[in-house]
Nanobody, 113 residues
Framework: QVQLVESGGGLVQAGGSLRLSCAAS????????MDWCRQAPGKQRELVAL???????NYADSVKGRFTISRDNAKNTVYLQMNSLKPEDTAVYYC???????WGQGTQVTVSS
């Protein structure tokens, strides 16, 4: 059974940075494409960033140039470095294993203005 555990969320002022981590177990991590999605109150869940097993990345237009997704296959962990945070980035951020379609429980990110 796949288990994804996110960490690193919190409260930060606009312009600040956070680094989210997602530790995976129960999956063959190095062949799994992974992504980060977010869901703000009253809104649909949306894709933020994706990284393939070979390291190719893709980003939502709203975060390009500010967020960076990366992975460490030796640690079965995917990261999301978030810089220049804006109040509109406030949401619950979820880690997602695309190969197994498994989701973490989410971590709250709150950006104050």
């Amino acid at each position: 059974q796949v288990q994804l555990v996110e960490s690193g969320g919190g409260l930060v002022q606009a312009g600040g940075s956070l680094r989210l981590s997602c530790a995976a177990s129960g999956t063959i991590f190095n062949i799994s494409a992974m992504d980060w999605c977010r869901q703000a109150p009253g809104k649909q869940r949306e894709l933020v960033a994706l990284i393939t097993s070979s390291g190719t990345t893709n980003y939502a237009d709203s975060v390009k140039g500010r967020f960076t997704i990366s992975r460490d296959n030796a640690k079965n962990t995917v990261y999301l470095q978030m810089n220049s945070l804006k109040p509109e980035d406030t949401a619950v951020y979820y880690c997602h294993d695309l190969r197994k379609n498994s989701w973490g429980q989410g971590t709250q990110v709150t950006v104050s203005s």
